[in-house]
Structures are given as structure tokens and as C-alpha cells.
């Protein structure tokens, strides 16, 4: 197998921090807040509040190619895409991540599972195609927390 090509897929959020909780009113157990990949907010476990019952700003990334010299990467090679919670020093983690639906390209092995830190290939995405991909998460909010909750995670593309 040859080592991964050099990354030519810009992936752009709408912000590694969104998205948002808005304000808290601090529990006394963890609380676990489940973001659809709609963007609803549920309260999974724990006693902490939050103070809005809006939805949130549904997690989406994009992925776009470079039309570079290594543009025809894009017609033969998969896309590998990790998806990691990053410390924050806040009081409040990502602790689980979940894939939508996808459109530009199609999974490579069918959508991953669920999971604390994500890794999984797309078929290639074609010449000039975007592809986006919406995805929900768990975040956890320590015992506590209150304010605005912050909470940071990375996505990076290669080709694989």
C-alpha cells in the first residue's frame, strides 16, 4: 500500500468550536447534551440545564479539492477523515461523534459508527465537486459548568 499523497482536500467548519450550547445552569453530575445532526439538542443523561430549547447550528464540514498539480488525486484516490475532540480547558468535551448524510461522494465501506474519536474513508470526490457531511456529537458537560459552554474538536483530510 502507498503512503497517503500529500493533502490537497481543504476541509472548512463553520468554527472548530461550534456548535454552541449557549448558556448552562451548573448540575451536580456529568451531563451529556446529544446534538443531532439537525442540529436538536437532548439532554441524555446528568442534571445540568440548558437555558435555551432552540436547536444549534448543525455540525457540517466541507471538503473541497485543490486544482493544483495533484488535482486528479481527487478522481482516483479515497479521502481519509478523522474527527478528534481536542482539550479545551473548558469544562466541557466532545465525547462522541456521528456521521449524516454526505453529499459530493459517498462513504467507502459504508457510514462509520458512532465513536469517541472518528476515522473513515470517502470514495474520491471527483474534480471541482464539494462534498459535505453533516454530523452530530455528545458533548459532556462536567459537574459544575455553567456559562457559555465551549467546546473544540479538529477534522483533517488526506488521500489514502
Known amino acids: 500500500m502507498a503512503p497517503p499523497a500529500a493533502a490537497e482536500v481543504t476541509v472548512t467548519l463553520p468554527a472548530p468550536t461550534t456548535p454552541a450550547l449557549g448558556e448552562i445552569v451548573a448540575g451536580t453530575l456529568p451531563t451529556v447534551f446529544r446534538i443531532g445532526v439537525d442540529g436538536s439538542v437532548t439532554r441524555i443523561s446528568g442534571d445540568a440545564v440548558r437555558l435555551s430549547n432552540a ?24 479521502i481519509r477523515i478523522t474527527m478528534a475532540p481536542q482539550v479545551s480547558g473548558t469544562l466541557a468535551a466532545v465525547t462522541m461523534f456521528r456521521v449524516g448524510a454526505v453529499s459530493g461522494t459517498t462513504f467507502s465501506g459504508g457510514p462509520p459508527a458512532a465513536a469517541s474519536t472518528m476515522n473513515f474513508q470517502l470514495n474520491p470526490m471527483g474534480l471541482g465537486n464539494v462534498v459535505v457531511i453533516q454530523f452530530g456529537m455528545d458533548i459532556t458537560v462536567a459537574p459544575g459548568q455553567r456559562g457559555a459552554t465551549v467546546t473544540r474538536y479538529s477534522v483533517t483530510a488526506d488521500f489514502v
Open 55 to 78: 436547536p444549534v447550528t448543525p455540525p457540517t464540514m466541507r471538503l473541497t479539492c485543490g486544482l493544483l498539480n495533484l488535482a486528479s488525486l481527487c478522481l482516483v484516490r479515497n
